[in-house]
């Protein structure tokens, strides 16, 4: 798709790992923060232990690392409303999309309307939206 | 006296964890943190052979690093004490040795 200021991909950041005990969650979101800035046509992915980035009440007083957690909830405001995390790595272990935080966006084309951001989804339509992409950058 | 076994990944990432249950002598203790903390989580894919290896080791998980990944204290596995840093300190002075399974 062409438009007078480029070329607009599909970027798709799929994100396989718990947060803190690695830096790659961290990374990620970053990386997918500055992507953000060139208008391109953004999805990110949760999968296997990448699902425990996503969760509601983290608290790293204790371990003395900064929480990014509550960064997620406002990529809405940076024009990313397509997170897709996969099913049956949450029911793997033993979390569902309630530990999960709310991640909104508000819609442009509908008055503003708040519009949930977040969607848990099964295999086979996560195959199928990585399939779709024309980048794909993994975490 | 024993050795105490810390386990830093997640089951899910690394075969750590049951490298450290599949070697590790009866009566040793085996202390869960980082993303070890994942392996005392209940109703996961690991929670029943960490259930099954409790009649020879006393698991410890760390506490912060729970509340870090934002899971509460009732998702853990009935029977893991939760320690502090001051516990984990405690737990390595208690044993002979500390294995570390990176």
Redesign the interface.
Known sequence: MENGEGVVKKFCYINRKAPYGTIYALESLEVVLIAAAFDQDISLVFADDGVYQLTKGQDTDGIGMKNFSKTYTALGDYDIKKVYVEKESLEERGLSAEDLQALKYEDEDDDWAEKDSLFVIGREEMAKIIDEQDVILSF | MATLHTV???P??RNALESCLRLAKAGSSVLLF??GV?GA?????F?EKITQAMGDFSFYVL???I??????DD?IIDGIQVV?YNGFVDLTTEHDTVQSWL
């Open positions: 830093n990944k997640s899910f990432e980082e993303d994942i989580m209940r109703d996961t894919r929670s506490g912060p690093d509340k870090a990944r934002g899971l509460n998702k502090d």
